[in-house]
């Protein structure tokens, strides 16, 4: 991992105060305007993410939450008019947007996980492997590891291990989410981001999810976007309260569920809007 | 009810039961929408079914005439005749197959910088053999001509029996029967009549020797080729002589046992139209009514048009949906569409002044002369109609094919691109396999839109009625043909309503009716089938 640059942030609440400062951003977000169009979605946005930690994002809908979260794999510029106007975004110390960098190598290092469970019409063995293939993996051998590794790495593998050549369609909502969790792993990223990952899932298959991401935070540096406030509390180390495009609060999860700084945070998580 | 009303409303019960709604013969505007629409569809049914059941109403008269045809064909006889004429109608392909060999031959040698006398020597024992060849088969036509005479009278006997029949029965139904008494109708005896033919038995025996004896012995001075491939082409021929000496005894033996009164199997009318390999209409001898070359002939433009047109579609709907940018999209969307704008006879046209022209300059270049079939006989053939069809089936399978992409869920797509897929294997692996059902919809009804298709074909594919030489490999792909809907257009106007050829057009228009129903049927149904697995 290479040394953050030591340039001072200009927001005031770029750095989690007491998150230890020490520790190497893994994700390091300055000043950045992101627009769609002519409608400002992010204003000023900076942020530094640890590695090997889970960082929640919350907020209200609507507030760029998904928006920020897909700058740092690039799926923003499927879309026509999303531009970012100012600022930087760097991983593992790298400008993302720099013209040398490989969009295709970065998304292999930053994994996505989507609000809908999002399988391919294709088994599940087929679903996993695809990151490997379409790098030309054909080995057998290696992809059965694979297989293997990853459905157990998404805490999956004792439910489908007999059934890994039917349509990953065939499964439950929370097994398929597990399934896109373990599609990401396959590929080895360093980052996950999860945009809402147990929205559609019912309590149970929400708390296998929750389990997995405290397993996960082992391995892998995970970001995961949330509107369920228990859910922040319960799995994140870090949280982000985004209000209108902005970054309002950055702070141990603890201080911000306990001791909020802003009025704004403390109105949200009490329930007064939101 | 409200305890205290206010003055001014008026009670809930009046404010529910409106009596004085606009009502038009009794009926509310809601009731008149659901009608009108109601209506719209009931017309579209009911046209549906007249066109059906007139179709078949006319149509199914086929079988029963068909049927007459074929009975008078054993009756009269020319069945028995035609055992003699076949073996004629061979030994002429192969006069054929050896005058074109000698053509080769004669343009092998002047290229080589020979005079035409020296040429005209060096062939001069080709020409003996080829002359040799050629008489051989003068005795058995002597006895084909006598032959054909006597069956052609005794059928046009027959047809003058019914003649006066269908005359008498018209002038019985208008009450004058004094008149109609007056036409005599003596049955034809075909019993009796076909004596004669096959009296001349023996005569057509002899026939045949002669004919065996003179091939065999012209065959002995078969001389050799200074080519290999033109040596095949003897050989060839030499052997088809010698299968047919050979046919010779089973054909007498066949010859000897027909009987004019043999019954003819009811399912032969049905057969002799759908699998016959014959379409001859207005002859002097007998009709036939195959279907098979008019089949044949929209299958195989149908082939060329989708080989062009589902590549050219496809990729268009591939481009647009996924790669283009929104002003090419703007741009080339209605471009495409504005091709199904074109009347098909200004297609034809173009084909007729440019394509064909064009085309077969191209097969001419010396240096493409290796292609197969290359260079082109004709202007217009199945390829130029083939063409000019993919054009206009580009539409259909571009437009249909492009929802059928864009209907694949967006989140299929970013989950491939967030897993580091590039554009290329996005669109390989996921999204046309997620819309494959969708796709092959379209390109089945591509499909529809192309054999349905009639001003093109019948102007640019050189309407020749016969099952193209698939022994020629790609070759058959630039022979003239006729197809399904050319005949019907081109032959309708000229026939006698309620005839037989008539009906049988009828008939070519049931099947390609049945075919595009099949067609449309099978696309709804993968679509349906399929839809869910596309998520
Ligand atoms: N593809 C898009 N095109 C235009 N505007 C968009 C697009 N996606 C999101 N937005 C707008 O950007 C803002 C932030 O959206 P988003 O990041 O999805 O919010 P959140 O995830 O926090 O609910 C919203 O106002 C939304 O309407
Ligand atoms: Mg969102």
């Given at each position: 991992m290479n040394p953050t640059d030591t340039k001072t942030m200009q927001s005031a609440t770029a750095d989690p105060d007491s998150a230890d400062a020490a520790a190497p951003a893994m994700i390091e977000v300055e000043n950045l305007d992101f627009f769609y169009g002519q409608a400002q979605a992010l204003h000023d946005v900076s942020i530094r993410i640890p590695a090997n930690k889970v960082t929640a994002f919350i907020g209200?809908?609507?507030?760029g939450k998904s928006t920020l979260l897909r700058c740092f794999n690039r799926m923003n510029d499927l879309i026509d008019v999303a531009r970012i106007d100012a600022g930087r975004i760097k991983i593992h110390g790298v400008d993302?947007?720099?013209?040398?960098?490989?969009v295709i190598a970065l998304r292999r290092q930053v994994g996505m996980v989507f609000q809908k469970s999002n399988p391919f019409p294709k088994s599940i063995y087929e679903n996993i492997t695809y990151g490997l293939q379409i790098q030309g993996v054909k080995d057998r051998k290696q992809l059965d590891e694979v297989v293997e590794k990853s459905l157990r790495g998404a805490a999956l593998w004792d439910e489908v291990k007999d059934r890994l050549h039917t349509s990953g369609l065939g499964l439950s909502g929370g097994q398929q989410q597990r399934l896109c969790i373990a599609r990401a792993i396959a590929v080895e990223p360093s980052i996950i981001l999860m945009d809402e990952p147990c929205s559609a899932l019912d309590p149970i298959a929400t708390s296998k999810v929750e389990e997995l991401i405290q397993q996960l935070k082992t391995k892998y540096t995970i970001v995961i976007v949330t509107h369920n406030m228990q859910q922040a509390g319960r799995c994140s180390d870090q949280t982000a309260f985004f209000y209108l495009g902005k970054l309002i609060e950055y702070s141990k999860t603890e201080k911000i569920f306990?001791?909020?700084?802003?009025k704004q945070t403390e109105d949200y998580i009490t329930g007064r809007f939101g | 009810m409200s305890p205290t009303p206010s003055p001014s409303a008026r009670p809930i019960s009046e404010a529910l039961l409106n009596r004085n709604r606009f009502r038009f013969l009794g009926l509310t505007p809601g009731e008149i929408i659901k009608y009108f629409f109601n209506g719209n569809a009931v017309v579209a049914i009911v046209v549906l079914a007249l066109i059906t059941i007139f179709l078949f109403r006319e149509g199914a008269g086929f079988f029963g005439q068909n049927m007459q045809n074929l009975r008078i064909y054993r009756l009269a006889g020319l069945e028995y005749v035609d055992f003699i004429r076949r073996q004629v109608d061979e030994h002429t392909a192969m006069n054929r197959a050896l005058n074109e060999s000698r053509l080769a031959q004669f343009n092998r040698l002047t290229a080589a910088g020979r005079t035409v006398e020296e040429v005209n020597t060096a062939l001069a024992p080709f020409d003996a053999f080829a002359t040799a060849f050629g008489d051989s088969v003068e005795d058995v036509r002597g006895v084909l001509s006598d032959l054909t005479e006597v069956a052609t009278a005794i059928k046009q006997k027959d047809q003058v029996n019914r003649d006066r029949l269908e005359q008498k029965a018209m002038l019985l139904g208008a009450g004058k029967s004094d008149e109609a008494d007056k036409i005599t109708v003596t049955p034809v005896d075909f019993a009796k009549e076909t004596v004669t033919l096959k009296g001349t038995f023996p005569a057509c025996q002899a026939a045949n020797q002669q004919f065996a004896g003179k091939l065999q012995a012209a065959l002995a001075t078969a001389p050799a080729m200074p080519e290999a491939k033109l040596q095949k082409q003897i050989d060839t021929v030499q052997a088809q002589a010698q299968a047919l000496i050979a046919s010779l005894p089973e054909i007498e033996r066949q010859m000897q046992e027909w009987?004019?009164?043999?019954p003819i199997p009811l399912s032969r009318s049905f057969t002799s139209f759908l699998f016959g390999r014959q379409w001859l209409?207005?002859?002097?001898?007998q009709d036939w009514y195959g279907i098979i070359p008019l089949f044949v002939g929209s299958l195989l433009v149908s082939i060329i048009a989708l080989t062009i047109a589902v590549p050219l579609g496809v990729s268009a709907a591939i481009y647009v949906s996924e790669i283009a940018s929104v002003r090419e999209k703007n741009f080339i969307k209605p471009c495409i569409e504005f091709i199904s704008a074109i009347p098909s006879v200004v297609l034809g046209f173009f084909g007729i002044a440019m394509l064909g022209t064009a085309l077969r300059a191209l097969s001419q270049v010396s240096w493409l002369?290796?292609?197969?079939?290359?260079?082109?006989?004709?202007?217009?053939?199945s390829l130029t109609a083939g063409c000019l069809l993919a054009l206009m089936a580009v539409p259909t399978i571009f437009s249909l094919a492009e929802d059928a992409l864009n209907n694949v869920p967006k989140h299929f797509k970013e989950a491939s691109y967030a897993l580091g897929a590039n554009r290329f294997q996005t669109i390989v692996r996921i999204l046309v396999p997620a819309s494959l059902s969708g796709i092959i919809s379209a390109i089945l009804l591509g499909f529809g839109r192309v054999i349905g298709e009639t001003m093109v074909v019948l102007l640019c594919a050189g309407n020749r009625i016969a099952i193209p030489n698939f022994t020629e490999g790609l070759g058959a792909f630039f022979q003239p043909v006729h197809t399904m809907t050319g005949i019907i257009a081109q032959e309708m106007g000229e026939v006698v309503t309620g005839s037989i050829h008539y009906r049988a057009l009828f008939m070519v228009g049931i099947v390609l009716f049945l075919l595009s129903l099949g067609i449309n049927y099978v696309a709804q149904l993968i679509v349906r089938r399929y839809r869910i697995s596309i998520g």
């Open positions: 209200p809908s609507g507030c993302i947007h720099h013209a040398d960098v490989d306990t001791n909020p700084a802003q | 009987k004019h009164d043999a209409t207005a002859s002097f001898w002369s290796w292609f197969p079939g290359f260079p082109m006989s004709e202007r217009l053939n």
